[in-house]
């Protein structure tokens, strides 16, 4: 390994003179970090370099995970992370510092290692969160030992020396006298010079400086006419770049800096500049001419910049200058305020004066049109066209005044349903003025008994809305067409029309299973009565027909809900019957009840066999909510069995768990059904149904379910 133990001592003395000029209370250091050799590194000879993100970023030569030197992260804080510890077949000795490129990525070089028999040294990207690339392994002739760190020109791509190789025999150590290199971002590298010890110089350590002439400058160690090494300047056909200005039309285009000054256009001004020097220039059209714009790197008619990172050629179109002007005129005077608007080839609108005119200057050649607007008035023509413009033009137009109107634009919705003793509904009249601003009224027609609306009136507004609302005792209507109006000062008054439906409020009522089976003895069997309301809100009450004698009925009421269940069971003493019809009717106040029936059989002797219940069976989830019914079974005869439990038939967003899963055998025993509600749940009524499954038998119970928000 090669060491600088001279230039570090003569940078700790320099340091030292420089703590000794300060004032007493400045002279405070703080140590941000102690590196530990096989930990983070050791030997971090290069500076630092703050990236975008205000960390700062930096290397050592050795040390690491692998010995061969690392590349780290430091904060203004002191948190240290080694982003790469490098192996060296992706580099070793990394002695220079790193540069951050204008993709936000950092690069530098490793002084040997790489993929290469002879470790030459590599060229390597790290991103910032320490993803590393190595773009290049040098060889020998394309250099050796990259000991300084790389500068991004102004052209993107970065520059570096190799202390040693190249294309030179007259160095033999090391294989040549060192080299120039060029690498693009993407890995591509390019030698540009190869060292020949004299006069030229040997040995380039350090790193290059690009000055403002677009040159590259940068030092030898060894070498030149006396063999102490040199300071030498990269030119070649790299550094210098041709900008090219083509003029058509009459016109001058001139750069800031005067090296393009083209006070004649219609022919070609040339002149050289800097790699990455930035060049901004203008136009100005001559007298009755008008600059159009530019083609080629740049656009639109503002000023040009151009960065030079390589030949350049622009144009820059200059064509004659019209005007498109004329007056607006109403009953023979001229009508000021009115926004008249040019399209075409160019763009733009304007306002006519107190007299009524206007006037566009445009560009020879062009095509335009030029139309006249102003609320509550038409115009005659309503536009007029220019082709292929060659002298100014003129274009008048005349103005007539709109006749005010009122127009129902919209009556939303066209259908309303209303229940008795129901919620209101509202209607939405949208209205559209053409040259009045006045107050509007609505009125409606005639609405069927006990039917009120309270209506909103629009005003000056253009919209308004009128909310219906029926009585309990209202009469019911099937589809009565419905009239509005709309009325104001000095204006036709318009209509449309609705669509009214009164309904009565009704029930409708359906029961799950429409069956069952009892075992005297044995246990309850449930039946879930589901209920579907039209504009009853109200409690509702169940009740049973007579039942078999020994057979007894639990219900749990809907109340205000849209599910109930009534949970029965036969004594051992119950009479026998087979699918007697059970009536099970839903009561309302004030209303007629409504009805629906199942069968029902009780048998004598209880079988092989289990039973099933859900208790409760029905309940109501609010979205994000949960409940939960116990699901119980009972064996008969010498039913000895686990019993599985499944639950099918759940709406979109309701998930189920059983606890336990499986009731082991004999089969006897219970398991909690809960049921979650997800937020945007289906809701409504829905029906679930358990399944139990054990000993080769199958029953099925049912869960109503409603969900609301």
């Known amino acids: ?51 975008t993100d205000k960390n700062f970023y930096g290397t050592t030569e050795v040390g690491g995970a692998n010995g061969a030197g690392t590349v780290f992260k430091i904060t203004p804080s002191g948190i240290l992370t080694t982003l790469h510890s490098f192996d060296g077949d992706d580099g070793s000795g990394p002695y220079a510092g790193l540069v951050q490129g204008a993709d936000g990525s950092f690069y530098g070089t490793a002084s040997s290692g790489g993929s290469n028999p002879c470790g030459c040294g590599t060229v390597f990207k790290i991103t910032p969160s320490g993803t590393l690339t190595t773009l290049h392994s040098f060889g020998g002739t394309d250099g050796t030992s990259p000991y300084g760190g790389l500068v991004q020109g102004a052209d993107g791509n970065f520059y570096g020396t190799t202390e040693q ?37 040997a040995e380039p350590w350090g790193a290059l400086v690009q000055g403002t002439d677009g040159n590259f400058y940068g030092t030898t160690e060894q070498g030149g ?68 714009g530019w083609s080629g790197p740049c656009s639109g008619i503002a000023s040009c910049n151009l960065t030079m990172n390589g030949n350049q050629s622009v144009t820059a179109t200059f064509t004659p200058a019209y005007t498109i002007s004329g007056q607006v005129t109403l009953d023979g005077s001229g009508l000021t305020g009115v926004t008249v608007s040019l399209r075409g080839s160019s763009s733009g609108s304007t306002t006519t004066n107190v007299s009524g005119s206007y006037s566009f200057p445009v560009i020879g050649g062009g095509s335009y049109s030029v139309t006249p607007a102003l609320t509550d008035y038409t115009f005659s023509p309503g536009s007029t066209n220019f082709d292929n413009l060659s002298g100014n033009q003129t274009a008048n137009f005349t103005a007539t005044q709109a006749v005010p109107s009122i127009a129902i634009s919209s009556v939303s919705p066209s259908y309303i349903t209303l229940v008795q003793g129901g919620s209101s509904q509202a209607v939405t009249v949208s209205l559209t003025r053409t040259n009045y601003t006045g107050s509007i009224s609505l009125v409606n027609s005639a609405l069927p008994s006990g039917v009120t609306a309270t209506i909103a009136q629009p005003g000056t507004v253009n919209t308004g809305s009128i909310t219906l609302q029926a009585a309990s005792s209202a009469t019911p209507v099937s589809n009565q067409a419905i009239t509005i109006t ?10 449309a029309t609705f669509t009214l439906t009164v309904d009565q409020p009704s029930i409708a009522i359906s029961l799950n299973p429409s069956a069952i089976t009892l075992n005297r003895g044995g246990i309850a069997q449930n039946v879930t009565v589901s209920l579907t309301r039209n504009g009853y809100a109200g409690s509702l009450t169940l009740s049973t027909s007579t039942l078999p004698s020994g057979v007894t009925a639990t219900l749990t009421q809907p109340g205000t809900g849209d599910a109930g269940s009534i949970s029965l069971s036969a004594a051992s003493s119950a009479t026998l019957v087979s699918n007697q019809t059970i009536t099970i009717t839903a009561g309302r106040s004030g209303a007629s ?73 004999p089969g006897s025993g219970a398991s909690t059904l809960k049921i979650m509600a997800g937020a945007g749940s289906s809701t409504g009524t829905n029906t679930i149904t358990v399944t139990a499954t054990g000993g080769g038998k199958t029953h099925t119970t049912t869960v109503a379910l409603s969900i609301k928000i």
């Open 1 to 51: 390994m090669r060491t600088r133990t001279g230039v570090l001592a003569g940078g700790l003395v320099l340091l030292m003179n420089v703590l000794a000029a300060l004032p007493l209370e400045a002279q405070t250091v703080t140590t941000l970090h102690s590196f530990i050799e096989q930990v983070d590194g050791e030997l971090p000879y290069a500076g630092l370099v703050q990236g």
């Open 486 to 495: 709309a009325s104001g000062s000095g204006v036709p008054s318009v209509t």
């Open 165 to 201: 190789g190249g294309a030179s025999s007259t160095c033999p150590v090391g294989g040549g006298c060192g080299t120039v290199f060029m690498i693009a971002p993407s890995g591509t590298l390019t030698t540009l010079y190869s060292f020949d010890a004299t006069p030229d110089g």
């Open 593 to 665: 009840s409504v009805t629906a029936t199942f069968a029902l059989t009780v048998t004598a002797a209880a079988s092989t066999d289990f039973s099933l219940m859900a208790l409760p069976s029905s309940f109501i989830v609010a979205w994000g909510g949960s409940g939960t019914s116990t699901i119980t079974t009972a064996v008969s005869g010498s039913f000895n069995s686990a019993i599985a439990l499944t639950a099918s038939g759940l709406p979109s967003g309701v998930s189920v768990s059983f606890t336990p899963a499986k009731i082991a055998a």
């Open 225 to 292: 006419a006396y063999a102490d090494g040199t300071v030498f300047r990269l030119a070649s056909s790299l550094s210098t770049f041709s900008l090219t200005v083509v003029g058509l039309g009459q016109g001058t285009v001139t750069s800031l800096d005067y090296k393009i000054n083209c006070s004649n256009v219609g022919g070609v001004c040339r002149a050289n500049y800097a790699a990455g020097a930035s060049v901004t220039f203008g136009a100005a059209p001559a007298a009755g001419w008008s600059f159009t």
